[in-house]
């Protein structure tokens, strides 16, 4: 189906793999058209409730294909740019939750990627870094504003400007990871976490991720407006009303797929 990534459904999780081990998994334009690919149909799929994101082999994502950006043009670069904010707004927007199950090392546009995901989950020898202005050029993929937003202006700064490469540790320090797990344990924690979410109210996560999103950039006045009207959507949901029912019954609830 796809040749340069892995896709499957097993349990109402979509495992999404980029399958590039010889190239550490790096982005080119090709790659990005399948994630987008695989990312579109993933948001309209109700038997999606979870997404693991993660690299084959030793990296996640080494970052964008030098090889192939070293020949574009300006312009063809930014077109480049543009299709990889695609795949980042995309993942970042769609309803269901996705993680970044980071298993080695995400570089420039694998960094990037991680960060367009809800929730980064590494293993204890995953390396995290944006190299970019030591080959003359800046993060483009979206990564002088996520990750700004992630961890704050000043260690963006540091970060971007030295383009020192830090351990998991640091990046779970610093805010930049959710959780560090041991390595041959990565894909069942993200599997535990992506499990638990699936567990909850489709809609509410739905609705969650939407308020946290479309809120986090607008005043306090505008956004707590916004979280009222995404409220009263799921308060107006079969679930809400399953959800509850549930709670007082002392029973599991039974949750539909969207």
């Known amino acids: 189906m796809y040749e340069n990534i892995k896709y499957e459904i097993k349990e109402n999780i979509a495992y999404v793999t980029i399958n590039r081990p010889k190239a550490m998994n790096a982005l080119n334009m090709d790659v990005l058209t399948e994630l987008y690919d695989a990312f579109t149909k993933i948001e309209t799929d109700k038997d999606v409730l979870a997404v693991i994101l993660t690299g084959e082999g030793k990296a ?10 070293h020949q574009l043009t300006a312009l063809e670069g930014r077109q480049m740019m543009i299709m990889g904010h695609k795949v980042m707004n995309l993942i970042e927007n769609i309803e ?23 929730i980064r989950i590494a293993s204890e ?33 540091y970060l971007i400007m030295t383009a020192e490469m830090i351990p998991a540790s640091e990046a779970y320090r610093i805010g930049l990871v959710e959780k560090i797990s041991a390595p041959e344990e990565l894909i069942a924690e993200a599997e535990k976490v992506a499990k638990t979410i699936a567990s909850k109210a489709p809609i509410a996560i739905a609705t969650a991720k939407t ?8 005043d306090m006045k505008s ?13 107006g949901s079969e679930d809400k009303t399953e959800g509850m029912a549930a709670f007082l019954e002392k029973r599991a609830p039974e949750f539909k797929n969207k």
């Open 125 to 157: 020898k995953a390396k995290f870094g944006q190299p970019e202005v030591g080959l003359g050029i800046i993060p483009g993929f979206g990564g002088t504003q996520r990750l700004a937003r992630l961890v704050g202006k000043g260690m963006a700064k």
């Open 60 to 69: 996640f994502v080494a970052g964008a294909d030098i090889a192939q950006m």
């Open 96 to 118: 269901k939750p996705v993680i970044a199950a980071v298993n080695g090392f995400a570089l420039g546009g694998g960094c990037e990627l991680a960060m367009a995901c809800d």
């Open 223 to 235: 956004a707590s407006k916004f979280e009222i009207e995404t409220f009263t959507a799921a308060f």
């Open 211 to 218: 308020a946290i999103n479309n809120g986090y950039d607008m």
